[in-house]
């Protein structure tokens, strides 16, 4: 069930596209001073003042994030877990020699599911930054394949700020700018702190107001 969403229009402009050029990021991640973990030291008030770091780098999410993220991973693996156990147990019950090998690959994959819900997160958080500048914004995600999207701020057309039951509960939301006239029409950040969200939106698209013709 999705979430509520807080939605905002661009004043009329150009057609817009989006860049997606699918190419590594070989530079390393940079943004706020990292803790121990790897997370901000000063948490979401590493995100605020949005307005005042254009040109500033590249910015790391919130990381209460990495928290909603494991809990979606945990969830999905709820079923998979669930369907391996029905056919292990069905083929105990039938007996035979693949019986012999599933006691020891139902608990690897249940193992291996675990690992998966908690590093991942943890791995995509580090890696997922976003760039403010006079031109637009800049998103690069990704682990194995990196993506970097740019979009112009005289290209958005419409704005969405999403939150789902696990993003309300930690109090981070998913920004979505949609642009028309191109190959992608939309392009999301998830992971922001929810006023940082709104402050990023209301920058883009104040300028981008002030940029139409």
Do not use: C, N
């Amino acid at each position: 069930m999705s979430g509520p969403s807080d939605s905002r229009e661009a004043p009329d402009s150009p057609d817009a596209s989006s860049a997606d050029d699918g190419t590594a990021d070989r530079r390393g991640p940079a943004g706020a001073p990292a803790g121990p973990d790897g997370a901000p030291e000063d948490g979401g008030r590493a995100h605020a003042h949005i307005e005042d770091d254009e040109g500033g780098g590249d910015r790391a999410v919130d990381p209460r994030t990495v928290a909603v993220w494991r809990w979606v991973a945990l969830i999905g693996a709820v079923p998979i877990a669930a369907a391996a156990a029905v056919f292990t147990i069905s083929m105990l019950i039938a007996g035979g020699p693949v019986s012999d090998v599933l006691w020891i690959a139902y608990p690897v994959l249940l193992v291996a599911l675990g690992l998966h819900a908690w590093w991942y997160p943890a791995a995509r958080y580090r890696r997922l930054r976003y760039r403010l500048d006079p031109i637009g914004i800049t998103i690069t995600d990704g682990i194995l394949w990196r993506t970097q999207s740019s979009l112009a701020r005289v290209r958005i057309q419409h704005t969405d700020i999403s939150q789902g039951p696990l993003q309300r509960r930690y109090g981070v939301a998913t920004l979505k700018l949609y642009t028309a006239g191109s190959r992608f029409t939309k392009i999301e950040l998830p992971g922001l702190a929810y006023d940082d969200a709104v402050q990023l939106r209301d920058r883009l698209l104040e300028a981008g107001e002030g940029d139409a013709v």
